[in-house]
């Protein structure tokens, strides 16, 4: 294969981090514009691609991992030998496990994974008051997205389809301080959930409404990537066992009425603010 007929970007992205790295890399590997294939709503229908094809996919970075929901609708993709981009978006924090987890998924439904990336986003709870990754990925992350694209159709044309081994893209590094700081606040939240627990006491689940600020306006319904938002005689409902606390409701609630208080994001917030830059591989 020296050509590519087809470029898509495919992409389960609640926060649109996800969405903005992947258009950028793949409209860099085609002369026109590229598909899309958005698996971050329902329904997802399954979709099968060619060998000619080329797919840059991407998902968000849950706690190490790519989220169980992404998961199970990067299933409903099909390969035939399909070359393919892995890409994952982190908070600034470690992306672990998750491109490996995304390239095992790709490989296991057909895809020869033949270029991998890391890419920084904006943290799911980043806030004015606790800032987590907040912008990313800006500008010279999405400069970085387009060369990387380049890159790839580069290996392309060339006929170039080795795949490669997603573990060697290098982890971001963070100083033993403050891996110390982060493991001790860990354990510390776990303490205090503990202790919570016993008193009867928990902390909100779920994203929260503030009644006086919602407008019943439906976009956080509209926005939920499990359909976890219910608007029911007149009250915003949210299902605590669909939600993945992606925060796309509280990010993009026009009126300001969606919180979500975690002890994740002081800690994060404060240990993570040194940037850290995207990592390619090709």
């Known amino acids: 294969m020296n050509h590519i007929s087809k470029t898509t970007a495919v992409y389960f992205s609640p926060t649109k981090s996800s969405k903005q790295v992947a258009l950028a890399i793949a409209g860099h590997l085609c002369d026109g514009q590229s598909n899309v294939c958005d698996l971050t709503y329902l329904p997802v229908s399954p979709r099968s691609f060619d060998a000619d094809e080329c797919v840059v996919v991407a998902a968000p970075v849950y706690g190490g991992h790519v989220p169980a929901t992404a998961k199970e609708r990067l299933c409903q993709l099909q390969g035939n030998g399909t070359p393919a981009v892995a890409v994952v978006t982190y908070g600034n924090r470690d992306y672990e496990q998750a491109l490996t987890d995304l390239a095992d998924i790709l490989r296991g439904q057909g895809f020869r994974v033949i270029a991998a990336a890391t890419f920084i986003g904006e943290h799911s709870y980043c806030t004015d008051k606790y800032p987590i990754g907040k912008g990313r990925p800006d500008q010279n992350d999405l400069d970085c997205a387009a060369h990387f694209g380049d890159a790839v159709r580069r290996k392309i044309l060339e006929g170039d389809l080795k795949e490669v081994d997603v573990t060697t893209i290098p982890r971001p590094t963070t100083s033993p301080d403050d891996t110390r700081a982060f493991v001790e606040g860990i354990q510390q939240m776990k303490q205090k959930a503990a202790q919570q627990a016993a008193t009867g006491q928990t902390a909100p689940a779920v994203p929260v409404t503030d009644a006086s600020l919602c407008t019943l306006c439906g976009s956080c319904?509209?926005?939920?990537?499990t359909d976890a938002i219910r608007i029911d005689g007149g009250q915003l409902l949210t299902d605590p066992a669909h939600c993945i606390k992606c925060c796309?409701?509280?990010?993009g609630c026009p009126s300001h009425a969606r919180t979500f208080t975690t002890p994740f994001a002081p800690l994060l917030a404060a240990i993570f603010t040194?940037?850290?830059?995207?990592?390619?591989?090709v």
């Open 274 to 281: 040194t940037r850290k830059e995207p990592c390619t591989l």
């Open 221 to 225: 319904v509209r926005l939920c990537p």
């Open 248 to 251: 796309a409701c509280v990010k």
